[in-house]
Each structure stands twice: as structure tokens, then as C-alpha cells.
């Protein structure tokens, strides 16, 4: 059986994984929406969000999309902190649940 130091570091290189996924994700995102401005003449004046919105509308995304992919990537960060101390991120979990259960918002958490 793994140790907890073990199972700790397995979801640490996971979160780290995730994290780098949803960066790329945002990056090639942004770079989709750049490249339409090559592509269709009218996007070429349009500002970085409308190119965004005119991607998003495309694709059949929300135009929130990026700003929640954004906030998953703070999310994770805030896992993987928490997962480095000494604990193996016991103290970081009770504070979590303690937030949830006093009825803070999942998402802030």
C-alpha cells in the first residue's frame, strides 16, 4: 500500500498535470481567437474580446469560458499550495471543508 507521502505526491503531479492542461487549453484558446482575425477581415479591428465572443459563438462556447477556465487553473494552484506543506495537506482540506460547511462558496473555496 502507498504511503500517504506517496498518494500526496501521485496528487500533486496530477493537480500539476491539470493545471498545465487547462493553461495550454487557455492558451491555444487565445491563439484560435488571434488567428481569426487573419482569417475573417472584419475580426481584424475588433478588440481581443470581441474576438473572443466571435470564437466562443464558433465553437458553441460560453462566452465565459476562458474567465472560468482562469479561475480552475487559481483553484488548482491553491490545491497544489496546500498540498506541499509537511501535512501531506491535512490542514488545507480542514480549512476547505471548514469554509464549505460554514457556507462559503464553493467556488471561493
Same mark, same amino acid.
Given at each position: 500500500?502507498?504511503?500517504?507521502?506517496?498518494?500526496?505526491?501521485?496528487?500533486?503531479?496530477?493537480?500539476?498535470?491539470?493545471?498545465?492542461?487547462?493553461? =495550454?487549453?487557455?492558451?491555444?484558446?487565445?491563439?484560435?481567437? =488571434?488567428?481569426?482575425?487573419?482569417?475573417?477581415?472584419? %475580426?481584424?479591428?475588433?478588440?481581443?474580446?470581441?474576438?473572443?465572443?466571435?470564437?466562443?459563438?464558433?465553437?458553441?462556447? =460560453?462566452?465565459? %469560458?476562458?474567465?472560468?477556465?482562469?479561475?480552475?487553473?487559481? %483553484?488548482?494552484?491553491?490545491?497544489?499550495?496546500?498540498?506541499?506543506? %509537511?501535512?501531506?495537506?491535512?490542514?488545507?482540506?480542514?480549512?476547505?471543508?471548514?469554509?464549505?460547511?460554514?457556507?462559503? =462558496?464553493?467556488?471561493?473555496?
Amino acid at each position: 500500500m502507498a504511503t500517504s507521502a506517496t498518494r500526496t505526491e501521485e496528487l500533486r503531479e496530477q493537480v500539476t498535470r491539470a493545471i498545465q492542461r487547462t493553461t =495550454d487549453l487557455i492558451a491555444d484558446l487565445k491563439a484560435l481567437a =488571434d488567428a481569426l482575425a487573419s482569417l475573417v477581415p472584419e %475580426t481584424a479591428d475588433a478588440t481581443e474580446v470581441e474576438r473572443w465572443e466571435e470564437v466562443a459563438r464558433l465553437a458553441g462556447l =460560453d462566452e465565459s %469560458t476562458l474567465e472560468r477556465l482562469e479561475a480552475v487553473v487559481e %483553484t488548482l494552484a491553491d490545491v497544489l499550495a496546500g498540498l506541499t506543506s %509537511t501535512d501531506g495537506g491535512a490542514a488545507w482540506l480542514q480549512h476547505q471543508r471548514a469554509r464549505l460547511e460554514s457556507g462559503e =462558496d464553493a467556488a471561493a473555496a
